[in-house]
């Protein structure tokens, strides 16, 4: 049986943090019901199309998925453990905000097979959350971390952020040690960036936004690096650190470019050579998914050149790089076939390496990665 991994979207928060342009909104909760019920059929719809799949991981994102009602998530919940079948080695995920979690949803979640929690925290400092439009404080994440363990989640993700507003490199020093502290199996750390369409942006065309300099940035980002393989993690994606063998499974569907299905909002997929994405229009998704018509608004044909490139760029993503073997034993040939000149070239410059078995990012060619994905991308 082929295997793949499903992305449920839960577009609701509580409040919009001010960096923030993902498809989420804040005070909509009263349309939580009807968008689960939407959710529910969607999933249901494709029941027949993956009779002959696996399910390797589901990662329940958003949004806050957490917000949302017990009640409510069990419509999901059951459809998915009824209609699929589901790997021994599942990977379930949600995605969760400290304050919006307690005793009763984390032991619905681990009792329905939800098997690994990921937690927005993004930095150490109260003043910061309170910068960045978060909605908790630090002692109550800390709480909320307590008591997963307590209910006996075993795997857990931290969402950490540097580069922030008036951020000293002593505060992401801090953040690092005192995570480290709690011992988490996983770790994400991504650089802040500003993004079109946020408060953020807003201050920042004003001027109003004290950011970093791109050096302390890299500082920030290089000092991670060093700090968390010192206690024990593995860095295997740009900006993804894990305890042995606890890397996402989920995520790495992605990076190693496989199928994966995304239902709800504005939720994307890659099958059968194709790639697709549904409406971020609440109303027309709700209407669609009534009137059972797809509420997908775009779909693109994935060539063959297109996915030697995508293997590429995504590949070079994780640290171990491109395993030279399952690229060959996927495309028929090895990357040196296509690629002889980038990669002799970004070799030169120090940015890729590569022995027998991987082509890989060096450190600077992480620095500098997006110049090396770029020449991966068909012309
Ligand atoms: S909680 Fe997450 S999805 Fe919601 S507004 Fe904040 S960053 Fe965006």
Same mark, same amino acid.
């Given at each position: 049986?082929?295997e793949?991994g499903?992305?449920?979207?839960?577009?609701?928060?509580?409040q919009?943090?001010?960096?923030?342009?993902?498809?989420?909104?804040s005070?909509?909760?009263?349309?939580?019901?009807?968008?689960?019920?939407?959710l529910?059929?969607?999933?249901?719809?494709?029941?027949?199309?993956?009779?002959?799949?696996?399910?390797?991981?589901?990662?329940?994102g958003g949004?806050?998925?957490?917000i949302?009602?017990?009640?409510e998530?069990?419509k999901?919940l059951?459809?998915?453990?009824?209609?699929?079948?589901?790997? =021994?080695s #599942?990977?379930f995920?949600?995605?969760? %905000? $400290?304050?919006? /979690?307690?005793?009763?949803? &984390?032991?619905?979640?681990l009792?329905?097979?939800?098997?690994?929690?990921?937690?927005?925290?993004?930095?150490?400092?109260?003043t910061?959350?309170?910068?960045?439009?978060?909605?908790?404080?630090?002692?109550?994440?800390?709480?909320?971390?307590l008591?997963?363990?307590?209910?006996?989640?075993?795997?857990?993700n931290?969402?950490?952020?540097f580069?922030?507003?008036?951020q000293?490199?002593?505060?992401?020093? =801090?953040t #690092?040690?005192h995570?480290?502290?709690? %011992? $988490?199996?996983? /770790?994400?750390?991504?650089? &802040?960036?500003?993004e079109?369409?946020?408060h953020?942006?807003?201050?920042?065309?004003?001027?109003?936004?004290?950011l970093?300099?791109?050096?302390?940035?890299?500082?920030?980002?290089?000092?991670?690096?060093?700090?968390?393989?010192d206690h024990?993690?593995e860095?295997?994606?740009?900006?993804n650190?894990?305890?042995?063998?606890?890397?996402?499974?989920?995520?790495?569907?992605?990076?190693?470019?496989?199928?994966?299905?995304?239902f709800?909002?504005?939720?994307?997929?890659?099958?059968?050579?194709?790639?697709?994405?549904?409406?971020?229009?609440m109303?027309?998704?709700?209407?669609?998914?009534?009137?059972k018509?797809?509420?997908?608004?775009f779909?693109?044909?994935?060539s063959?050149?297109d996915?030697?490139?995508?293997?590429?760029f995504l590949?070079?993503r994780?640290?171990?790089?491109?395993?030279?073997?399952?690229?060959?034993?996927r495309?028929?040939f090895?990357?040196f076939?296509?690629?002889?000149?980038?990669?002799?070239?970004?070799?030169?410059?120090?940015?890729?390496?590569?022995?027998e078995?991987?082509?890989?990012?060096?450190r600077?060619?992480?620095?500098?990665s997006?110049q090396?994905?770029?020449?991966?991308l068909?012309?």
């Amino acid at each position: 049986m082929k295997e793949i991994g499903l992305y449920i979207h839960i577009p609701f928060c509580k409040q919009k943090c001010f960096y923030c342009d993902f498809c989420s909104f804040s005070n909509r909760e009263k349309e939580i019901s009807s968008y689960m019920n939407a959710l529910t059929q969607e999933i249901k719809s494709w029941e027949e199309k993956l009779k002959s799949y696996k399910i390797k991981s589901i990662f329940v994102g958003g949004g806050t998925p957490s917000i949302v009602p017990i009640e409510e998530m069990d419509k999901i919940l059951e459809v998915i453990h009824s209609k699929f079948h589901m790997s =021994e080695s #599942l990977e379930f995920s949600i995605e969760s %905000n $400290p304050g919006t /979690i307690n005793k009763e949803n &984390l032991t619905y979640y681990l009792s329905n097979n939800i098997n690994r929690l990921s937690m927005g925290l993004q930095a150490w400092q109260d003043t910061h959350l309170k910068n960045l439009g978060r909605i908790h404080t630090r002692e109550e994440f800390l709480k909320n971390f307590l008591l997963a363990r307590e209910i006996g989640f075993e795997n857990i993700n931290i969402d950490l952020m540097f580069g922030l507003p008036n951020q000293k490199m002593k505060e992401w020093e =801090e953040t #690092l040690d005192h995570i480290t502290d709690l %011992n $988490p199996e996983h /770790i994400s750390a991504y650089s &802040l960036k500003i993004e079109e369409n946020t408060h953020f942006y807003k201050l920042y065309e004003k001027g109003q936004l004290n950011l970093p300099t791109e050096a302390l940035d890299r500082n920030m980002y290089h000092f991670t690096m060093d700090y968390l393989f010192d206690h024990g993690y593995e860095h295997y994606e740009i900006s993804n650190f894990a305890k042995k063998e606890k890397g996402c499974i989920h995520n790495k569907v992605y990076w190693n470019n496989e199928e994966y299905i995304g239902f709800g909002l504005g939720a994307h997929s890659y099958f059968n050579k194709k790639r697709f994405s549904n409406t971020m229009d609440m109303k027309v998704y709700l209407n669609n998914i009534s009137k059972k018509i797809s509420p997908c608004v775009f779909e693109e044909n994935i060539s063959r050149e297109d996915e030697i490139a995508e293997t590429m760029f995504l590949g070079l993503r994780m640290m171990k790089g491109i395993h030279i073997e399952s690229f060959k034993a996927r495309f028929g040939f090895t990357p040196f076939k296509i690629y002889k000149e980038e990669i002799s070239n970004f070799e030169k410059l120090g940015l890729l390496y590569t022995d027998e078995e991987h082509i890989r990012l060096t450190r600077k060619g992480i620095d500098l990665s997006n110049q090396v994905f770029i020449a991966f991308l068909p012309n």
